[in-house]
């Protein structure tokens, strides 16, 4: 784990790491998309309703699985104290919040004509927001402290803490009564038909692709950031230096 | 070295009493809430602990096959809530869901009437977890492989 902790092999990995899976992603993605909403039939009660199927889901999983990579890289950060590990959660929280908020878009208006109401406040819908919103606090708990340059060691707590939300979202169909089904995929089987579940799993596989590029780019430009930054500081000291230097000079 | 552990494994060892903890609470949380955070009462909880008349409770279930009814205004239906414990008999007057058919799953807002009736005031279907497009719908597994194998060999051609 320590090979990839060090920022220079990390940055001679992502640069060609980033492209690869940004185009992998788009070309899987929509691939994906253009076979479910075209060459898959309509479901026999909802219709042509459940293509957006595609898109709710892999959503879904991404929002919940940016906030169990932020909880790891949040771990990793405060007991072996890598140094790229706070950066990675930092580039996670943005993506994830998006895919989380794809997610309840997606699912309201797939509610509206399947269900009959665009939200409940039952345990699924609920805790997914709740999700959205440590989100929106992590964003701006650990874009605050990396502009006061604190240690993210605060951010990285609230990461570790915020991650008790992922498995109730998991389970909170299964726990509790709820108007969202319960799940369709488990371990070994599956209740959706095949004919939706292979463009489904491309589907999420290209979303992910994507993600993982996208999480690569943020890290790179953090990166690039603290050494612009670390640039500007020594040329700032430098020309204080000269500047009393020559003001010595003139007094002298 | 008295202690004998390296400050990175104090670390570990302080987050995963940590987490334990927390996640303990939670789980009690959880447990504490389990009837409260429920979206709705099955029908079984119905009989169990009757509702006071005119007090509002969300009810779901499924639509028992053969009970709706409309009736002669054309706008109100009956039908009756099962979960294979116990029925309850449901009145509304509105427009209904697209999914709302026998045998599928519905959640009703409203209250018990004097009689034992539910009044709904509004009416959700509940999707369930299998989803299939419409020509394999009332087939057997069977008949589905043959029909999907006819298509693929059909596509192939």
Known sequence: MHIYANPARFLR??????????VSGLVL??????WGFTQVPPDRLMGDTVRILFVHVPAAWLGMGGWTAIAVASLVEL?????????????????GAVFAAICLATGSIWGRPTWGTWWVWDGRLTSMLVLLFLYFGYIALSSSLAREGQASRIAAIFGLVGAINVPIINRSVVWWNSLHQPPSITIGQSSIDPVFLWPLLAATIGFSLLFGGVVLARMRTILADIQAEARLRRKAQKADMN????????TA | MTTGLKPKHQRLALLVVALLALIGATLLAVYALRDQASYFYVPADVAANPPEP?????????????SITTQADGVTVQFIVEDGEARVPVSYTGILPDLFVEGSGVVADGRMDANGTFVADNLLAKHDEN?????????TTAEMREEMQDTVSGSSQ
């Open chain 2, 131 to 139: 989803y299939m497009p419409r020509e394999l719908e009332g087939m």
């Open chain 1, 29 to 34: 993605t929509g691939s994906a998309l253009l």
């Open chain 1, 79 to 95: 007991v072996w104290r890598h140094p790229l590990a706070a950066i990675a959660a930092r580039a996670t929280a943005v993506p």
């Open chain 1, 13 to 22: 990995i992502a640069k060609w790491l980033t492209p690869l899976l940004l």
């Open chain 2, 54 to 66: 005119g007090q509002a409770i969300r009810l779901g279930g499924m639509v028992e096959t053969g």
């Open chain 1, 243 to 250: 500047a009393d230097l020559q003001s010595d000079g003139a």
